[in-house]
């Protein structure tokens, strides 16, 4: 059984969990030659029907694979499984792109016997090169979805492209006096830039809640938290965070009425939160995670802007990589945020080390900077002293190694 560790009120995160921690859930991945070595397809599977609700890439060209998935949504607000595959986008393809989409989803419902209505459908990989449905076909059928660590393990290692580690994770919290999963487990390194990025994320959880209530929670908590990190300023075609409720918890329904409400959002943004950390930290030749704070903002969505334009900053990405305090850099992307402040009272910190306050430079020791600068994690802190606005985001370093990677990606 997966150990536990309180993490806020009845929250707990759980040690071992991924996607098959929820009740009835079960996971499966493999490798079916659409790479040289590494797993490329695999499936996730409700034992009942699960209410779905899913966030897009806001890219205008959007891969076949959503679509898809859309019309099975619509269909009916619930889902059964989502199969994935990584190697091939399937984006830009045409017709017969859509038509390789809607035989990954038919091939899948008949293995599992199910509709095909209760199929969602990723990809990830290369855009403009057709699936490889000789390969994929044949690897759906042999897929053999179960509920242990290994099985989830086995998902999470199929839908990777250029990631050098699976991202998984799983919190629990009380709802009605039952013990609530929330699971996660996501894919992405490059090409990821609010709103979403080259990133897939898929959440389970055996809460009891209606669709549209799903919905909400998720479109209100993707802007917190997916939509706020950053890795190399580009949006893909593919993204989508999709997320199924079984209801297999056995409580009552959930909806913004009901007093374990908060245990829920909170429970599911700190699975966000996690997912989107691992991305940002995992970025194409990142060797650091860097995190922005801004306090003091008009409003919450106005700090969550700055924060994003600050972590998205190529110019504050290499001085982080190089560990150079440049605290110029980050109060200039706050001046081109778009976002209405006032320039003499801006506080910046880069670590526990104050910068800049009141917009007056502040003496620091280069030296300590410089060495938070050097950790895995960095902070980067401002307030511009005129609300009560809040927001976070996520990014990393940009290095010699993301030219490396990028420029070969097709060799």
Request: glycine share 10%; hydrophobic share 40%.
């Amino acid at each position: 059984m997966a150990s536990s560790t309180t993490v806020k009120g009845c929250m707990q995160k759980i040690a071992d969990g991924s996607v098959h921690t929820p009740a009835g859930f079960k996971a499966a991945g493999l490798h079916a030659k659409v790479k040289r070595k590494r797993k490329d397809l695999g499936v996730i599977v409700s034992d009942v029907p699960a209410s779905a609700a899913a966030v897009y890439t806001l890219n205008q060209i959007q891969a076949a694979p959503l679509d898809v998935t859309r019309e099975s949504i619509a269909a009916g607000d619930t889902l059964r499984a989502v199969v994935a595959n990584s190697g091939q986008a399937n984006a830009c393809m045409g017709k017969v792109g859509v038509a390789d989409a809607y035989d990954m989803r038919d091939q899948t419902a008949q293995a599992l016997n199910l509709d095909p209505l209760d199929v969602a459908v990723a990809s990830t990989g290369t855009i403009g090169e057709r699936l490889q449905m000789e390969n994929i076909l044949p690897g759906i059928a042999q897929l053999q979805p179960e509920t242990n660590r290994a099985a989830a393990n086995a998902f999470a290692e199929s839908i990777l492209t250029t990631d050098t580690c699976t991202k998984e994770t799983c919190y629990a919290t009380e709802i009605d006096g039952k013990t609530v999963h929330i699971g996660g487990v996501a894919k992405g390194s490059g090409m990821i830039h609010p709103n979403m990025a080259t990133m897939l994320s898929f959440v389970t959880t055996d809460a009891n809640i209606a669709p549209d209530y799903l919905q909400q929670a998720l479109s209100e908590i993707t802007d917190r938290t997916y939509n706020r990190i950053t890795i190399d300023g580009d949006t893909s075609t593919n993204d989508m965070v999709l997320t199924l409720a079984n209801g297999q918890a056995g409580h009552e329904p959930l909806h913004p009425g009901h007093p374990d409400w908060t245990h829920f959002m909170q429970t599911l943004e700190c699975v966000c939160i996690e997912q989107s950390k691992q991305i940002a930290r995992d970025g194409e030749g990142a060797t650091k995670l860097v995190e922005v704070n801004v306090q003091g903002a008009p409003t919450d969505e106005d700090a969550g802007k700055i924060a994003k334009q600050i972590v998205g900053s190529d110019l504050l990405k290499t001085a982080v990589f190089g560990t150079d305090g440049n605290w110029g850099r980050v109060i200039c992307a706050i001046g081109y945020s778009g976002v209405t402040i006032d320039p003499e009272t801006i506080d910046i910190a880069i670590g526990p080390y104050m910068t800049l306050s009141q917009s007056e430079p502040v003496d620091f020791s280069e030296e300590a900077v410089t060495a938070h600068l050097q950790q895995d994690e960095v902070f980067i802190d401002v307030n511009l002293h005129l609300g009560d606005g809040t927001g976070k985001a996520w990014g990393c370093d940009l290095t010699y190694d993301y030219v490396r990677i990028n420029a070969g990606y097709r060799t």
